[in-house]
T-cell receptor
Framework: GESVGLHLPTLSVQEGDNSIINCAYS??????FIWYKQESGKGPQFIID?????DKRQGQRVTVLLNKTVKHLSLQIAATQPGDSAVYFC??????????FGGGTRLMVKP | DAGITQSPRYKITETGRQVTLMCHQT?????MFWYRQDLGHGLRLIYY???????DKGEVPDGYVVSRSKTENFPLTLESATRSQTSVYFC?????????????FGDGTRLSIL
């Protein structure tokens, strides 16, 4: 989840397709992970979370997969809609009461 | 259900001035947090509070002061604003400690320091 300054990694998908957004986390001791969605001019909005004792968790149209071996987290969005266009962040809890956030990925949905 | 609200939404001030950003939550959450969001750095924690009258430094606390006299309010003060503090500031809250519950964010204050 490294930020690249002004140029966020961008994923462009067709409406109705599935989206997969990836995140590499930094600390093998992290035990809790969250995905957030941020629309322009708004704060991050909670999507789904997962604890390190799980590999997969499903919500409504979203699935989070956790691969602890390679320290990788992914967010899958089924049947992507224009309203899903936003920046998506992963966050990990690796130091007590602090979350560390990735740089984000911009999802663009083409109608 | 108002959730978490921040004020003002936009603020322009000059270097050297004191400015206070307000955060109010209606959930009675124990934990509250202040972040700044900058291009190239993502979200960085400034300060957090585990309960009323308990505050702790985050990753980037220098130049900021917080207080928490009531559970529902967590103001952030820049005592002498500098241009490097131009940013978007987000307040968040959570019911429990970080490893158990997600944080819920307000819509931010966009602060410009001239």
């Amino acid at each position: 989840g490294e930020s690249v300054g002004l140029h966020l990694p961008t994923l462009s998908v067709q409406e109705g397709d599935n989206s997969i957004i990836n995140c590499a986390y930094s600390n093998s001791a992290s035990d809790y992970f969250i995905w957030y969605k941020q629309e322009s001019g708004k704060g991050p909005q909670f999507i789904i979370d997962i604890r390190s004792n799980m590999d997969k968790r499903q919500g409504q149209r979203v699935t989070v997969l956790l691969n602890k071996t390679v320290k990788h987290l992914s967010l899958q969005i089924a049947a992507t809609q224009p309203g899903d266009s936003a920046v998506y962040f992963c966050a990990e809890n690796n130091a007590g009461n602090m979350l560390t956030f990735g740089g984000g990925t911009r999802l663009m949905v083409k109608p | 259900d108002a959730g978490i609200t921040q004020s003002p939404r936009y603020k322009i001030t000059e270097t050297g001035r004191q400015v206070t950003l307000m955060c109010h939550q209606t959930w009675s959450h124990s934990y509250m947090f202040w972040y700044r969001q900058d291009l190239g750095h993502g979200l960085r924690l400034i300060y957090y509070s585990a309960a009323a009258d308990i505050t702790d430094k985050g990753e980037v606390p220098d130049g900021y002061v917080v207080s928490r006299s009531k559970t529902e309010n967590f103001p952030l003060t820049l005592e002498s604003a500098t241009r490097s503090q131009t940013s978007v500031y987000f307040c968040a809250s959570s019911e429990q400690t970080v490893g158990n519950q997600p944080q819920h964010f307000g819509d931010g204050t966009r602060l410009s320091i001239l």
